[in-house]
């Protein structure tokens, strides 16, 4: 069966100092995978979407940036936090490949507060 | 479309009756939806989904209604419980030029009276 994690799952930091968020994916080979953000008591934004190694798609300007250096692994980076990036950051994959559109299966979550 | 800068609306319901969630989407030739339930410090779960060569769809206590002409999306719960109390979000699959992208609509809190 398909899992998925997310890591880590509560991060606090300082404006200005640098974010890696991971994502893996294991039981399945070229899924799509996202990243969403959802402020508290909001809704969720996508952030990136990748169809494939190396392939990233950007959906708003921002100063994070993901990247998918294996096939199951997505990472949301950024150098220089802002007290805007605070969020809960959700990452994503459903099956690739051209399948039909089917359900997002999503991760638990890593809770992001910058001070 | 998304609205993730606005506060989301909330749904109270007493236990027992039955519940009816909204969601307006934004892409006319979106051919996919999704609802999914959200628990507080969770990632979201999937409720159900429908294609957009269906009007109306039911599973196990939960029924969704697609109306394409308005771009309107209903979940309907039977029988609302205390475990039914989470934040509810549509999902939207834009045409085959974005394929890969889902979308999230305005999510609505559902809470419980007992």
């Known amino acids: 069966s398909q899992t998925i994690h997310q890591w880590p799952a509560t991060l606090v930091q300082p404006v200005g100092s640098p974010l890696s968020l991971e994502c893996t994916v294991e039981?399945?080979?070229?899924?799509?995978l996202y990243w969403y953000r959802q402020a508290a008591g909001r809704g969720l934004q996508l952030l990136f979407y990748s169809v494939g190694i190396g392939q990233i798609s950007s959906e708003v300007p921002q100063n994070l940036s993901a990247s998918r250096p294996q096939d199951r692994q997505f990472i949301l980076s950024s150098k220089k936090l802002l007290l805007s990036d605070s969020g809960f950051y959700l990452c994503a994959w459903r099956p690739g490949g051209g399948s039909p559109p089917g359900e997002l299966f999503f991760g638990e979550g890593s809770r992001l507060t910058v001070l | 479309g998304e609205s993730v800068g606005l506060h989301l609306p909330t749904l109270s319901v007493q236990e027992g009756d039955n519940s009816i969630i909204n969601c307006a989407y934004s892409n006319s030739a979106s051919d996919y939806f999704i609802w999914y339930k959200q628990e507080s410090g969770k990632g979201p779960q999937f409720i159900i989904d429908?294609?957009?060569?269906?009007d109306k769809r039911q599973g196990q206590r939960v029924t969704v209604l697609l109306n394409k002409t308005v771009k309107h999306l209903s979940l309907q719960i039977a029988a609302t419980q205390p475990g039914d109390s989470a934040v509810y979000f549509c999902a939207e699959n834009p045409p085959l030029s974005s394929a890969s992208k889902i979308i999230f609509g305005s999510g609505t809190r559902l809470s419980i009276r007992p």
């Open positions: 039981g399945t080979s070229n899924p799509n």
């Open positions: 429908i294609r957009s060569n269906m």
